[in-house]
């Protein structure tokens, strides 16, 4: 058949198959808990702000304009390079040129359907944007789907996942080594036949060797992990890991999960995520966390805005809240849709004909370009990972990527490449001063 009508593997249409089905894309029984009910305080979605920037709060204004500002002092450091000769002597209008080649900040996206779209032209086009602008990707560990059947798990695909990430220099983290959600269908029968033990038990018995596994057999190609996904909800999930939490509580549930993770890698980096982001539930949490020496590393903060978006200035609020317990801050999914908004409530199911529009595609750059640069601009915050890449398989249907379903960029694809690959990055052509010297402020990251 002609090339632009090449196929993708089998092997491919499975993988696809199996995450739509895990993650829920076709209605399989998924719940969010409303996640955009409550995302962050300071009112209604502000949607309509967007078409009317003088609408900002005087409060807005002064955070926006402030943000090159604080971007030169927290993401910004001084280089010197000094050029002398084989004697050691300087030498003066010696050519520099300072070119950085990754970012410390890592800015990143799930990169859940890499090899999964119905051409290799679609899948080449996937990878070669994703690899353009991102740093850092989210892989696929979720129980039901690494693991369909006791013992039979999908360990050699996430591996080549990772490798290819790891060719390209893309930082990988796994997502989630715990979860309420997506349970593989086995579990009750698994934890019936180990009739020693009684069921809450039973089930910590296969997390934590799950946890372990996982974490130490990745380690070296995955060293990030969201280790326990929405603890603050998990309790009110009538399942296995929900009794389980249920039974010994949310911050005890979270407090092993890290510790499992961190005594099979000790160098990892472990994240605690949630969205239940308000003043109470996860803040309670992070400081019982802190109080009894839990060994996690980040904090999690969803972000998913699928019924409108949010002031700037709320987000810098939840940022300034989560600073104070003394970790980064890792912004782990986020969602700005480029079409109509959610108006339902079902978290659950797909939804057919959600498209993206012209004019949504300009509202959601604007929004996003100006989001990113407040959240760059926090020194708190250590890492921004966008939900999902591409409208092809985005969560619920949604139009929420960075790129349209058929891989063309939308303009927040553009709008970031910019910024990223552009505004805060370091490319400098400068001759040596009279004692060889060149100085000059840089982007943190590599360079050559």
């Known amino acids: 058949m002609p090339p632009h009508r090449r196929k993708t593997s089998s092997a491919a249409k499975a993988w696809r198959l199996a995450l739509a089905l895990a993650l829920g894309l076709w209605g399989v029984r998924v ?54 000769n084989a004697q050691g002597q300087p030498v003066p209008g010696a050519q520099v040129h300072v070119a950085q080649t990754q970012h410390a900040f890592l800015f990143g996206c799930n990169i859940f359907a890499l090899e999964a779209h119905a051409t290799s032209e679609l899948n080449q086009a ?9 740093n850092y990707a989210t892989l696929p560990f979720y129980w039901g789907f690494y693991e369909p059947q006791p013992g039979q798990t999908r360990q050699s695909d996430l591996m080549r996942m990772a490798r290819w990430c790891q060719e390209r220099g893309i930082a990988t983290k796994g997502h989630p080594l715990v979860w309420h959600e997506v349970v593989p269908p086995w579990l009750d029968e698994q934890v019936a036949k180990m009739t020693a033990l009684n069921a809450p038990a039973a089930v910590e018995r296969l997390l934590e060797t799950r946890v372990r596994d996982i974490v130490r057999t990745f380690a070296g190609l995955v060293d990030r992990w969201d280790v326990i996904n929405e603890a603050t909800v998990s309790s009110g999930v009538r399942n296995g890991v929900g009794d389980w939490v249920r039974e010994i509580g949310a911050t005890e549930a979270v407090r092993r999960s890290l510790q499992w993770a961190r005594e099979a890698a000790p160098h990892a980096v472990l994240v605690v995520n949630d969205f239940n982001i308000g003043p109470t539930a996860f803040p309670d949490m992070l ?20 019924m409108g978006t949010q002031p700037f200035t709320a987000w810098w609020h939840v940022c300034d809240r989560y600073a104070q317990f003394g970790k980064p801050v890792h912004f782990t999914e986020m969602t700005v849709l480029s079409g109509r908004l959610k108006t339902d409530t079902d978290w659950h199911g797909h939804h057919a004909g959600w498209d993206t529009t012209p004019e949504g595609e300009q509202l959601q750059a604007e929004y996003v370009a100006n989001l990113y640069r407040v959240l760059f601009n ?30 063309t960029p939308k303009p927040v694809y553009k ?12 490319d400098v052509r400068a001759a040596a001063d009279e004692n060889g010297l060149v100085d000059l402020r840089a982007f943190l990251g590599s360079y050559r």
Request: charged content about 20%.
């Open 126 to 134: 996937y990878a070669d944007q994703f690899a353009a602008l991102l």
């Open 31 to 84: 719940s969010m808990h409303g996640l955009a009910a409550d995302p962050v305080p300071g009112g209604a979605p502000v949607q309509e702000l967007l078409t009317d920037p003088q609408g900002r709060t005087e409060e807005e204004k002064a955070l926006l304009a402030g943000c090159e500002e604080r971007i030169r002092t927290h993401r910004m450091a001084p280089i010197s390079v000094t050029v002398v």
């Open 415 to 426: 709008r970031l490449l910019g910024l990223i690959k552009g505004d805060w990055w370091t």
């Open 378 to 407: 926090h020194p708190a915050v250590e890492a921004i990972t966008w939900w999902d890449f591409s409208d092809a398989a985005a969560w619920q249907g949604a139009p929420a990527g960075l790129v349209r379903k058929d891989m």
């Open 287 to 306: 400081q019982e966390l802190n109080a009894s020496g839990a060994p996690y590393d980040a904090i999690g903060i969803q972000s998913h805005m699928h």
